[in-house]
């Protein structure tokens, strides 16, 4: 069984930055970052393997986002810089505990808000 809590949503302006964290207790073999905006399907867009710390990203945020972590604390961050009103969404973290970085992750936090505004 695997807990994960989200932290770190909230409303910016475009161009701005947020950091989101996920507390994981329980092991996995990935952390993934998933969202979901109004209206779409939710979407990968990060992933990070806990032991060796390989990163993945979706082509649309790669070289904005950065997806982190900290051993010591069992907590996944995603820093999210250079924020656009399409990056609106609630965003998920999730954990996959077989290989690989891709769908279907197993365990699911509660989300958090991310508003992005002009």
């Known amino acids: 069984q695997v807990q994960l809590v989200e932290s770190g949503g909230g409303s910016v302006q475009t161009g701005d930055s947020l950091r989101l964290s996920c507390a994981v207790s329980?092991?996995?073999?990935?952390i993934g970052w998933f969202r979901q905006a109004p209206g779409k399907e939710r979407e990968w867009i990060s992933a990070?393997?806990?032991?060796?710390?390989?990163?993945h990203y979706k082509d649309s945020v790669r070289g904005r986002f950065t997806v982190s972590k900290d051993n010591a604390k069992n907590t996944v961050y995603l820093e999210m810089n250079n924020l656009k009103p399409e990056d609106t969404a609630v965003y998920y973290c999730a954990a996959r505990t077989e290989w690989g970085i891709r769908p279907p992750y197993d365990y699911w936090g509660q989300g958090t808000q991310v508003t992005v505004s002009d």
């Open positions: 990070i393997t806990w032991r060796l710390g390989d990163t």
């Open positions: 329980g092991s996995s073999f990935a």
